[in-house]
């Protein structure tokens, strides 16, 4: 299939904003009251036209570009609480950023709270838990964590923000044998719309503990989370790159695979376009390629030698390692990019991987296919991932057993090209759809309507009833809002 023949018109970045409404987006101030909000905060205050803004709201996905009116680079919970009484005292909405991996449109004309200077990292190896404060990537805890042979629920990649991917569910290499980072959540320190700072647990507040891990940053920000930690040093675990020649053989061999594994395995695999960066070693250089992930927790070596074994004959391997890894090293699993680049992405729940499934994702998007996606990708869910934990919470999408994430390049000559090519993928598989997607995700979408069909209709109307009670005038809008 080749791109014109995908089905469905052109659709626009629905979030990017033209410059004549950023400007009406964009309010001045009183200087007397600017002073007063930088009085009041221990961090730096950044006004519209002031030199640093731009720098202090940059993002990692740079497709989307923050341009807020005033931005807090807050320090502590107390500057979180100043910032927004400020911001709903000048009737601006709130959005919050700390590494800038997840923006979701561009929070034109809010008060904009960065979190990254918030670093605090404290580790209870007793109660193996951790409290994190909100500017926090998985990196630290994980360093930190591994001192006293514990280990967090990281994803993918240990540059991601800890609060910003737990709010979201958290799906990472121990997800089928943990569950979700969001199931692990101890205590929430979160400010409200009101300016106050609450310590929100199962016990302190069962309604809102339940929509905000899961609900992500629609209750308010976040100052530091309270997790648990999971007992482990090392895992067997690593990735294999397989020549995408061979993309049928080992997709069919995966989906026939993945089902008979333990929990403690989680896997994924992904057809990747590899940018031909010099960088990259020359069998993946500028090459497609399918690259399966596997992360094996358990305490027998053997055991995941002969589980990963079946997948090594399935193509050629063009370069892979999978052995003993740290926690610390859990990177390596799925070499994510760790520079800041442009991407647009989706992701939805399959119910089923059939072979027919397979053999329309390759159709739609396999190495034969001349489309402008980087990344199509498989995750195999279930385990742990599909039960709710002891205190109940509001992530979506549980239960499925796959997800598919496609992602491309989100620069503006392809604005018109790549959501149409990737939903289109998206909905070649529609016939396996699984209701739901955990919001982390969930990438692009048109709107609010958008994100709650992420969940379930009453998990929407439970979390819109929360919401509406602790932030009725919708102060926290941005991110995925519902
Ligand atoms: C390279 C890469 C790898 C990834 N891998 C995985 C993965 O394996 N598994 C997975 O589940 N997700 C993954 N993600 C998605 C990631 O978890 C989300 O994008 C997450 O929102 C990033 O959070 P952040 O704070 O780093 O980003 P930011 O852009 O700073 O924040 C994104 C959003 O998180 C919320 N948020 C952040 N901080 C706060 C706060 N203090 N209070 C309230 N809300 C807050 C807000 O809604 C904000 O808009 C990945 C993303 C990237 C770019």
């Known amino acids: 299939m080749s791109l014109t023949e995908l089905p469905g018109e052109p659709e626009p970045l629905a979030l990017v904003l033209d410059d004549a409404v950023l400007d009406t987006l964009a309010p001045g101030f009183p200087a007397a009251d600017v002073d007063d909000l930088r009085i009041s905060v221990h961090g730096p205050v950044f006004a519209a036209g002031d030199d640093g803004l731009a720098a202090e709201v940059t993002t990692w996905n740079v497709a989307i570009q923050h341009t807020p009116a005033i931005a807090v680079g807050a320090t502590r919970a107390a500057d979180v609480c100043a910032a927004v009484s400020w911001a709903v005292a000048h009737d601006l909405r709130v959005a919050v950023q700390a590494t800038g991996h997840g923006p979701v449109r561009n929070a034109a004309g809010s008060m904009m709270v960065t979190t990254r200077r918030m670093q605090g990292v404290f580790i209870d190896p007793e109660r193996r838990t951790a409290r994190v404060e909100a500017g926090v990537k998985w990196k630290r805890v994980m360093e930190a964590a591994a001192e006293f042979g514990l280990a967090g629920l990281c994803g993918s990649s240990s540059d991601v923000g800890v609060v910003g991917y737990t709010l979201g569910g958290g799906l990472g290499s121990l997800g089928r044998k943990h569950g979700f980072?969001?199931?692990?959540?101890?205590?929430?320190?979160?400010?409200?719309?009101?300016?106050?700072?609450?310590?929100?647990?199962?016990?302190?507040?069962?309604?809102?503990?339940?929509?905000?891990?899961?609900?992500?940053?629609?209750?308010?920000?976040?100052?530091a989370l309270e997790i648990e930690l999971v007992p482990l040093t090392t895992l067997y675990a690593g990735g294999i790159f397989f020549a995408g020649d061979d993309a049928a053989a080992v997709l069919h061999a995966y989906r026939a695979w993945a089902p008979t594994l333990p929990e403690d395995v989680t896997t994924s695999v992904a057809v990747l376009r590899m940018p031909p960066m010099e960088e990259l070693p020359p069998p993946l250089r500028g090459q497609t390629v399918v690259h399966l992930r596997f992360a094996y927790s358990g305490l027998d070596e053997a055991e995941a030698e002969s589980l990963i074994a079946p997948m090594k004959g399935a193509g050629t391997i063009l370069l892979g390692f999978v052995g003993p890894m740290r926690t610390d090293e859990m990177d390596a699993i799925h070499m994510d990019p760790v520079d800041?680049?442009?991407?647009?992405?989706?992701?939805?729940?399959?119910?089923?991987?059939?072979?027919?499934?397979?053999?329309?994702?390759?159709?739609?998007?396999?190495?034969?296919?001349?489309?402008?996606?980087?990344?199509?990708?498989?995750?195999?869910?279930?385990?742990?991932?599909?039960?709710?934990?002891?205190?109940?919470?509001?992530?979506?999408?549980r239960g499925a057993p796959w997800m598919v994430f496609v992602l491309g390049p989100g620069i503006p000559e392809l604005a018109h090209v790549v959501p149409a090519v990737g939903r289109g993928v998206l909905r070649a598989l529609e016939p396996w759809a699984a209701p739901g997607c955990p919001l982390n995700h969930l990438g692009d979408v048109s709107g609010p309507d958008e994100v709650a069909a992420a969940y379930l209709p009453a998990t929407v109307e439970r979390l819109r009833a929360v919401k509406r009670a602790v932030d009725p005038a919708g102060v926290f809008t941005f991110g995925h809002a519902f």
Request: proline share 6%.
């Open 181 to 223: 980072a969001a199931d692990h959540v101890l205590a929430v320190e979160l400010v409200t719309a009101d300016g106050e700072l609450r310590r929100v647990t199962a016990a302190s507040d069962a309604e809102l503990f339940w929509a905000v891990r899961g609900g992500k940053g629609n209750f308010g920000i976040v100052t």
């Open 340 to 397: 800041p680049l442009p991407a647009w992405e989706k992701g939805m729940l399959l119910g089923d991987l059939a072979a027919e499934t397979v053999d329309v994702l390759l159709a739609a998007a396999g190495p034969q296919v001349d489309v402008p996606l980087v990344m199509v990708e498989l995750r195999q869910l279930g385990g742990a991932l599909a039960r709710q934990p002891e205190a109940p919470n509001a992530v979506a999408g």
